[in-house]
């Protein structure tokens, strides 16, 4: 069984779509990141949430902790939001999601 | 700030052979992070240290595997020998305690 579990594994939308990727995860933690890798390899910190939500732009993250479930929501989607996004938590470990490879069709 | 850096981006090397790979994380996080990401088994924590101090190196495969702090600006994680089966993207991130972490581009490290 994976600690963490996201949903959906890949998601097309069309550019202006809202855009959920759901996260949920069995263990304790102490912080939920939310990661961005773009097709080149490198890696973005997007949030790192303890409770409630944060906003960054068009994007927003939520979290659950009662529920041990996040969210990453992307309002006007765009193309070059496309990429693979990672939900992680930490606390005594460290664990990840197998990601969610998101493509924007303009 | 450059930001994490790491080196060397890529390497190949022959199975047998010593790799080490080096990471200078931002100036003044005090949290570093070593990962590897691989296509089977996507992203792991190797090792992460703080104040220099190794607090977690569950996830460091076996002891080829080693890593070191030996000052707030530089880390190294060492590979001895190498075999195929370590081929994998390793990158490093810093953080400021259990803040937001920022990571390097990543070494690509390729065993034949």
């Known amino acids: 069984k994976n600690e963490v579990e996201q949903s959906p594994q890949n998601l097309t939308a069309q550019e202006g779509e809202f855009i959920t990727i759901n996260c949920s995860y069995s263990?304790?933690?102490?912080?939920l990141h939310w990661l961005q890798q773009h097709p080149g390899g490198g890696i973005v910190s997007l949030f790192m949430?303890?409770?409630g939500k944060k906003k960054h732009g068009r994007l927003i993250a939520t979290i659950n902790i009662q529920e041990k479930h996040s969210s990453l929501h992307i309002t006007a989607s765009h193309p070059r939001d496309s990429a693979v996004y990672i939900c992680a938590v930490g606390g005594n470990q460290f664990y990840f999601g197998t990601g969610t490879s998101l493509t924007v069709i303009p | 700030d450059a930001g994490v850096i790491q080196s060397p981006r890529h390497e190949v090397t022959e199975m047998g052979q010593e790799v080490t790979l080096r990471c200078k994380p931002i100036s003044g996080h005090n949290s570093l992070f070593w990962y590897r990401q691989t296509m089977m088994r996507g992203l792991e924590l190797l090792i992460y240290f703080n104040n220099n101090v190794p607090i977690d190196d569950s996830g460091m495969p076996e002891d080829r595997f080693s890593a070191k702090m030996p000052n707030a600006s530089f880390s190294t994680l060492k590979i001895q020998p190498s075999e195929p089966r370590d081929s994998a993207v390793y990158f490093c991130?810093?953080?400021?305690?259990?803040?937001?972490?920022?990571f390097g581009p990543g070494t690509r490290l390729t065993v034949t």
């Open positions: 991130a810093s953080s400021l305690d259990v803040g937001e972490q920022y």
């Open positions: 949430l303890s409770s």
């Open positions: 263990v304790g933690i102490s912080a």
